[in-house]
């Protein structure tokens, strides 16, 4: 037997300071969730989670977290333990309600947890119409719904929402769409054919014409459907994410297939208030003008006061607006806080210039 290396640690002094460390946790956790009772207390015991929440201030105590990590663990999965706590501490009294594009198993539901943790209560929903109205009428508190593609640009029926819909954007969330090969078979020897969304098929053509070139391809509504099938059919196979395997009931037989690894979906949090400043915010607008149908010259005179106040401007999608033809909305996402300067002095400017304007959202930009 070899001997044990000189001022190697002893395995059974290491087992005992975890398990001291693990008990200082725990109590630590334990105290912070008495304070976060006493928040909600001193709230009044009828106020309901959504109105105790802040996404701004969960933001800045994780920007906070990020800026303490030293390692070994990485950033995103400190991140991802605090969320969890929060996510724990904030459903003590009520678990924040969030309505999201359903069915159960999709990206969208990953975004939530990634966002908001496990401890809420994740309500799917059919459409993204049907999100948003839940948001409207209360039953939910929050809702997500997808706004933009990496590949595929951005989701017009988000945007036009807004065109009508009074909510807010309370937040963002950046999700790498990880696209895992998902049955109940042990061996890929074994699929016959699988069933996905016609865009993840297509995302993952590249594995799939590589090692399953004789398999059938079966385009689905969703992948959430591709997965249902896929358990319930004996030499099914589905593509999706780790929540859909979880979901139902499937292994993860070959994880990562999708032929890209820079394809991200970015998702809106949407809700009923605007919220204060977080320190490192988007803003994000709706605005028009008399002659949308001018040109560029139009559309330059009427955001001039960006330039002129030092604004960046990140994004701008334009709409018809429904009014009439040739008529069109511009939704612009911009760096800064709507109630800080320069994004307020020049959104003032802006809204001069305007036949139609509505801040959307002023919201904490994306945190990894």
Same mark, same amino acid.
């Given at each position: 037997?070899?001997?044990? #290396? ?34 909600? =207390?001193? #709230? ?205 009931? !499937? ?6 297939? =999708? ?75 911009? =760096? ?15 809204? #001069?210039?305007?036949? !139609? ?12």
């Amino acid at each position: 037997m070899a001997e044990k #290396k000189a001022n190697a640690p002893d395995l059974a002094e290491i087992r005992t300071r975890i398990d001291d460390i693990d008990a200082k946790i725990q109590a630590l956790i334990s105290e912070r969730a008495r304070f976060a009772q006493a928040v909600g =207390e001193s #709230k009044g015991k009828l106020v309901s989670a959504v109105d105790y929440y802040r996404p701004e201030r969960e933001a800045d105590v994780l920007r906070r977290v990020l800026e303490r990590n030293e390692g070994p663990l990485r950033d995103e999965e400190m991140l991802r333990l605090f969320r969890e706590i929060m996510s724990a501490c904030l459903a003590q009294q009520e678990p924040l309600k969030v309505g999201f594009l359903g069915p159960e198993g999709t990206f969208t539901q990953t975004a939530v947890y990634k966002h908001l943790g496990h401890s809420v209560r994740a309500l799917p929903f059919h459409t993204i119409d049907e999100v948003f109205h839940e948001v409207e009428s209360g039953a939910a508190d929050f809702g997500v719904v997808p706004i933009e593609n990496s590949t595929e640009g951005s989701v017009n029926n988000t945007l036009d929402m807004f065109l009508t819909s009074p909510l807010k954007i309370a937040g963002e969330i950046e999700l790498r769409i990880e696209q895992h090969l998902l049955g109940k078979m042990k061996s890929l020897a074994d699929i016959q054919r699988v069933c996905a969304h016609e865009q993840s098929l297509a995302q993952c053509r590249g594995y799939i014409r590589e090692y399953m070139p004789h398999v059938e391809l079966i385009g689905m509504s969703s992948n959430a459907a591709g997965a249902r099938r896929a358990r319930d059919e004996d030499g099914t196979a589905a593509i999706g994410p780790d929540v859909a395997a979880d979901v139902y009931d !499937l292994n993860i037989l070959v994880s990562n297939i =999708e032929d890209r690894a820079d394809n991200a979906t970015r998702f809106l949090v949407i809700g009923r208030k605007l919220l204060a400043a977080s320190g490192d915010d988007r803003t994000t607008i709706m605005v028009s003008t008399d002659d949308t149908a001018g040109g560029a010259g139009v559309l330059h005179d009427l955001l001039s006061p960006l330039a002129e106040h030092g604004v960046s401007m990140t994004r701008i999608e334009s709409r018809p607006s429904g009014r009439k033809n040739w008529d069109y909305v511009f939704f612009i996402d911009l =760096e800064g806080h709507a109630e800080e300067s320069p994004v307020k002095e020049a959104l003032a400017e802006l809204e #001069k210039r305007s036949s !139609l304007f509505r801040i959307l959202g002023a919201y904490p930009r994306a945190i990894i």
